[in-house]
């Protein structure tokens, strides 16, 4: 064991991009094989014949995946949980780690007060509790109750409220941002943001979505403290020539707002993904919208009192409603590479960026120094065959 750290605190990686920085890295791995001296390559690179020499043959390196926007995994809801689920949970999020994903936002749908707030106690027990081998949970993405009817989707229309202050400090009491990091609202129902304000000083992240909102209601509510828009394109006016809407906000607004990307390719046409990415550079972040089925075959499966029909990666209500996805944040990462040719974009869209809407916006390099390689990402693209993958880099002796 000392003879195998020794070679590791010699074992010098050169020759691998890190996204969105130019130009070739290299870095050094310690006795406990943490990401040491991330530094430019020297010019010329380092020769092959330096000890214990890894030619990372300009694959990129990367944080693990960070998902603001996951229902549940394994056929398990993160907004029905019970007590009894909680090993079955902590199980899953080791399967969830193996799968690249370093942490989710566990988001929890419009539902009853009562429920919401019984998953949210949980969601903190679990917290607690894990373990490094675990994604970790974040606080929890409220993706509702305060929607528009209108734009509710696959959200009970029965559990929707009126956006008011008092209703929703009546939900959030007793839970900190450590409990809630994000909260999906239609900003039309709160026109004097009365409860964007209050979130915002709480700490916590304000996203726009599942609403009717103009491009003026987005656009002042973005200059209020709103900093994403939750899967762009779905449950929201279109981006039109004569109305622009919330996307048209979000990508034009003076200060950092992210749009959230559902990348499967059917709630989205590629084609439109590839344009959000060209429209608003540096602003796309992907997040997956799974549902409980992800990580199971395809089939029927229950969602409270409803049923929803998994076919080819897509989750749809009885009525043909469309409720989410089974495809996971880093396939979603390797599909939108495929569409735009851009796989740094990808990266980016599902590792650092997820970051920085959460306000933790190091740089890349920051990110990398002091963390274990086994939980970093090691990306291939192949450009012949248009092809982006992922793996977990293991030291070599």
Same mark, same amino acid.
Request: proline share 7%; with cysteine.
């Given at each position: 064991?000392?003879?195998?750290?020794?070679?590791?605190?010699?074992?010098?990686?050169?020759?691998? @991009?890190?996204?969105?920085?130019?130009?070739?890295?290299?870095? *050094?791995?310690?006795?406990?094989?943490?990401?040491?001296?991330?530094?430019?390559?020297?010019? !010329?690179?380092?020769?092959?014949?330096?000890?214990?020499?890894?030619? &990372?043959?300009?694959?990129?390196?990367?944080?693990?995946?960070?998902?603001?926007?996951?229902?549940?995994?394994?056929?398990?809801?993160?907004?029905?949980?019970?007590?009894?689920?909680? /090993?079955?949970?902590?199980?899953?999020?080791?399967?969830?780690?193996?799968?690249?994903?370093?942490?989710?936002?566990?988001?929890?749908?419009?539902?009853?007060?009562?429920?919401?707030? *019984?998953?949210?106690?949980?969601?903190?027990?679990?917290?607690?509790?894990?373990?490094?081998?675990?994604?970790?949970?974040?606080?929890?993405?409220?993706?509702?109750?305060?929607?528009?009817?209108?734009?509710?989707?696959?959200?009970?229309?029965?559990?929707?409220?009126?956006?008011?202050?008092?209703?929703?400090?009546?939900?959030?009491?007793?839970?900190?941002?450590?409990?809630?990091?994000?909260?999906?609202?239609? !900003?039309?129902?709160?026109?004097?943001?009365?409860?964007?304000?209050?979130?915002?000083?709480?700490?916590?992240?304000?996203?726009?979505?599942?609403?009717? +909102?103009?491009?003026?209601?987005?656009?002042?509510?973005?200059?209020?403290?709103?900093?994403?828009?939750?899967?762009?394109?779905?449950?929201?006016?279109?981006?039109?020539?004569?109305?622009?809407? !919330?996307? +048209?906000?979000?990508?034009?607004?003076?200060? !950092?707002?992210?749009?959230?990307?559902?990348?499967?390719?059917?709630?989205?046409?590629?084609?439109?993904?590839?344009?959000?990415?060209?429209?608003?550079?540096? @602003?796309?972040?992907?997040?997956? /919208?799974?549902?409980?089925?992800?990580?199971?075959?395809?089939?029927?499966?229950?969602?409270?009192?409803?049923?929803?029909?998994?076919?080819?990666?897509?989750?749809?209500?009885?009525?043909?409603?469309?409720?989410?996805?089974?495809?996971?944040?880093?396939?979603?990462?390797?599909?939108?590479?495929? &569409?735009?040719?851009?796989?740094?974009?990808?990266?980016?869209?599902?590792?650092?960026?997820?970051?920085?809407?959460?306000?933790?916006?190091?740089?890349?390099?920051?990110?990398?120094?002091?963390?274990?390689?086994?939980?970093?990402?090691?990306?291939?693209?192949?450009?012949?065959?248009?092809?982006?993958?992922?793996?977990?880099?293991?030291?070599?002796?």
């Amino acid at each position: 064991m000392q003879a195998w750290r020794a070679a590791m605190a010699e074992l010098h990686c050169h020759h691998l @991009r890190l996204p969105g920085e130019p130009g070739f890295w290299c870095f *050094r791995l310690d006795e406990q094989g943490m990401v040491r001296d991330v530094r430019p390559e020297p010019s !010329p690179a380092v020769e092959s014949r330096q000890p214990h020499h890894w030619d &990372w043959q300009g694959d990129w390196l990367s944080p693990a995946a960070v998902d603001l926007q996951i229902n549940g995994l394994q056929g398990l809801w993160f907004g029905h949980l019970e007590a009894e689920q909680l /090993d079955s949970l902590r199980q899953a999020l080791v399967w969830l780690r193996q799968q690249g994903v370093d942490a989710v936002c566990p988001t929890l749908i419009t539902g009853l007060p009562a429920r919401l707030r *019984r998953s949210l106690v949980l969601l903190r027990r679990v917290r607690q509790q894990q373990g490094g081998a675990e994604a970790r949970l974040l606080g929890a993405h409220l993706e509702g109750p305060f929607l528009a009817v209108n734009k509710r989707g696959a959200h009970p229309r029965r559990h929707v409220q009126s956006l008011t202050l008092a209703h929703l400090k009546q939900l959030m009491d007793g839970f900190s941002t450590e409990d809630v990091a994000m909260v999906t609202m239609a !900003p039309e129902l709160d026109p004097r943001h009365e409860a964007l304000d209050w979130l915002v000083e709480q700490g916590i992240v304000v996203s726009l979505g599942h609403t009717e +909102a103009n491009q003026m209601q987005a656009t002042a509510a973005f200059a209020a403290g709103a900093r994403l828009l939750t899967h762009t394109f779905n449950a929201m006016p279109p981006l039109h020539h004569r109305a622009p809407g !919330p996307i +048209a906000a979000a990508a034009m607004a003076s200060k !950092p707002v992210f749009l959230g990307l559902i990348a499967d390719g059917v709630h989205v046409d590629p084609a439109m993904a590839v344009l959000l990415t060209r429209m608003a550079p540096g @602003r796309v972040v992907l997040v997956s /919208d799974a549902l409980a089925p992800y990580g199971l075959a395809e089939g029927h499966y229950p969602w409270g009192r409803r049923w929803i029909t998994v076919r080819q990666g897509t989750c749809r209500l009885e009525g043909g409603t469309m409720a989410g996805t089974t495809v996971g944040i880093l396939e979603g990462a390797c599909r939108l590479a495929r &569409w735009s040719q851009q796989p740094e974009e990808a990266i980016l869209a599902a590792t650092v960026r997820p970051r920085a809407c959460l306000g933790h916006g190091a740089t890349v390099v920051q990110h990398l120094q002091g963390t274990a390689l086994s939980r970093l990402l090691r990306w291939r693209w192949q450009p012949q065959a248009t092809r982006l993958g992922w793996a977990t880099p293991q030291p070599r002796s």
